[in-house]
């Protein structure tokens, strides 16, 4: 269910009608782009509100634009994505994955480095439990599986785009890790 807009004036956003032409199509899709429009509509809903859509929906921006590179037969760029967006991305990722149960039948450690974010997740995945993430604790010694690369890349392996990310070890753990 939508939030009950915040008292005050009724008004609705009005986002500009998107552009027909390519390249000003993109820039109209950008994560940047959506959170200005989203931040149009900042009297009509709680701040807490309106910063979890913008973030969600500027991560959904992200991906569908990929999307639509790769459809159209575009040479994606290695780095599309600004490393702390990136960053950013993969911790909302988690977010949303860490309260799913795993199937895992033994507790098992996957590791997650972006380093040019200077970012470290640590995973630990447990039977019929969530996804625990630990935080920049510095590199796993010990994993199971792991992720490693720009934040970019990293960002793109997890939501199972292309990516330039190092992937080793175990491939069924990291399944476990299903994008939204």
Not at 15 to 24: F, L, Q, V, Y
Not at 32 to 49: K, M, R, Y
Not at 108 to 115: C, G, I, P, S
Not at 143 to 151: E, K, L, R, Y
């Amino acid at each position: 269910m939508w939030p009950e807009p915040s008292p005050g004036p009724a008004r609705k956003p009005h986002p500009r009608p998107a552009p027909e032409d390519w390249g000003e199509l993109l820039a109209w899709w950008s994560p940047e782009s959506f959170c200005d429009t989203l931040l149009s509509a900042a009297a009509l809903w709680p701040h807490t509100t309106l910063m979890w859509w913008a973030r969600r929906s500027a991560h959904e921006a992200a991906i569908h634009r990929l999307d639509a590179e790769h459809a159209r037969g575009l040479p994606v760029p290695t780095l599309l994505f600004d490393p702390d967006f990136a960053a950013d991305g993969i911790d909302e990722l988690l977010s949303l994955i860490a309260a799913r149960r795993c199937t895992v039948a033994a507790p098992a450690e996957v590791l997650l480095h972006a380093a040019d974010a200077g970012r470290v997740w640590n995973l630990r995945l447990a039977p019929g439990q969530g996804v625990e993430v630990g935080n920049d604790e510095g590199p796993a010694i010990d994993f199971d599986a792991a992720i490693v690369g720009t934040a970019d890349a990293v960002y793109r392996a997890l939501w199972r785009r292309p990516s330039a990310a190092i992937i080793t070890g175990d491939q069924l753990l990291l399944n476990q890790l299903k994008s939204p």
